[in-house]
């Protein structure tokens, strides 16, 4: 069965500190995977997707398809990173799905 | 301004009365998709829709219905309300059509509670 699983519901970490989001996934196909993110009273968004191997507000993730992750990074946080953090996998067995983890808070201290 | 439009956004109301939730999106997607986000779960989703008049179950349909007659709405239809579809719901789109990896946009959620 297709799932995503996030490990941290909170993450807490001071400024400036690096940042981990972990992300494992367990699908047979070739996964497509996503990370989303929604900041406080705002609708949740696209931040980076693997496919595009983009670095977008500091973020990156890297597929590592023999671990089966899709860990967020960021060298350096900022306060403003502070929201909840959404993986996901779109597939296709089944009909056109996307499947999200149960989302990690990232909550980063001054 | 290209977005996914959803009402309301908030919603009381009692057990079996019927309801809807109505999404609606500007941006010609093709694809249109409901979840309902619930603590500890994430999100999961309910029903999508390729496009139009083409409709299929997610992995939690049961008490829902959808329709897509135009290419823009996509409501979500409760029959009979029960308390357990307590829940925040998030309709979305995505341009993505035949392709799959599709950036997901996303309303802004309407928090329904059922007495």
């Known amino acids: 069965a297709q799932r995503v699983t996030q490990p941290e519901k909170l993450l807490s970490v001071f400024k400036g500190a690096p940042v981990e989001l972990k992300c494992n996934y367990s699908?047979?196909?070739?996964?497509?995977l996503f990370w989303y993110v929604q900041y406080s009273r705002q609708r949740l968004q696209l931040l980076l997707r693997h496919i595009s191997r983009e670095s977008i507000k500091g973020f990156t993730a890297d597929l590592n398809k023999g671990e089966t992750s899709f860990h967020l990074k960021k060298p350096f946080a900022q306060e403003e990173d502070s929201a909840m953090y959404y993986c996901?996998?779109?597939?296709?067995?089944?009909?056109?799905?996307?499947?999200f983890g149960a989302g990690t808070r990232l909550f980063v201290k001054a | 301004e290209a977005q996914v439009t959803q009402n309301p956004r908030y919603l009381i109301t009692v057990t079996g009365k019927k309801l809807t939730v109505t999404c609606s999106q500007n941006?010609?997607?093709?694809?249109m998709s409901w979840y309902r986000q619930d603590p500890g779960l994430g999100l999961r989703q309910i029903y999508y829709s390729m496009n139009v008049e083409v409709t299929d179950k997610g992995d939690v349909p049961e008490g829902y219905k959808v329709s897509r007659k135009e290419k823009r709405n996509f409501p979500l239809i409760l029959e009979s309300p029960s308390p357990n579809q307590t829940s925040l719901y998030f309709c979305a789109s995505s341009l993505q059509g035949a392709r799959r990896s599709g950036k997901l946009f996303f309303g802004s959620g309407t928090q329904l509670s059922v007495l």
């Open positions: 941006m010609n997607h093709e694809y």
């Open positions: 996901a996998l779109s597939v296709t067995a089944g009909g056109f799905k996307t499947i």
């Open positions: 699908y047979s196909g070739s996964p497509e």
